[in-house]
């Protein structure tokens, strides 16, 4: 079971997750982190990526005197399950209840509308 992130934790994945590379040194995290305007000590960051090993969420290699860090849980996968943890909780499993809050209470954004309207053709178009 893919476990809730903090919203540190969170910051963190999605540097990894962004990166284009197959592996993510400390220094890019680093440096990802202060560019979100989110700068952190080095010691804290230790703590954070120890913790996302702890959780299954990254894995590290250790190469000379620095550490390669590559993800075990995907982006997607990571949102499905955050998504459907949500669903259960608030809407007690409906997505339907989901998609009648955002239209009714006018949270979609100019376009949003006709483009979940285009999502839900294609997904019934698979069934």
Do not use: H
């Amino acid at each position: 079971m893919v476990q809730q992130l903090s919203d540190a934790e969170l910051e963190i994945m999605k540097i990894v997750w962004g990166n284009p590379q197959e592996v993510t040194l400390f220094s890019y995290i680093m440096d990802g982190m202060a560019s979100r305007g989110r700068p952190c000590q080095k010691n804290t960051l230790i703590v954070l990526l120890s913790r996302l090993m702890n959780k299954g969420f990254l894995d590290a290699r250790k190469i000379g005197r620095r550490n390669e860090y590559t993800t075990l849980i995907s982006e997607t996968e990571y949102q499905t399950t955050q998504t459907k943890n949500f669903l259960d909780k608030i809407y007690e499993g409906s997505a339907k209840g989901l998609v009648s809050n955002l239209i009714m209470g006018d949270l979609l954004a100019d376009g949003e509308y006709e483009e979940l309207k285009r999502l839900l053709e294609k997904g019934k178009e698979k069934r």
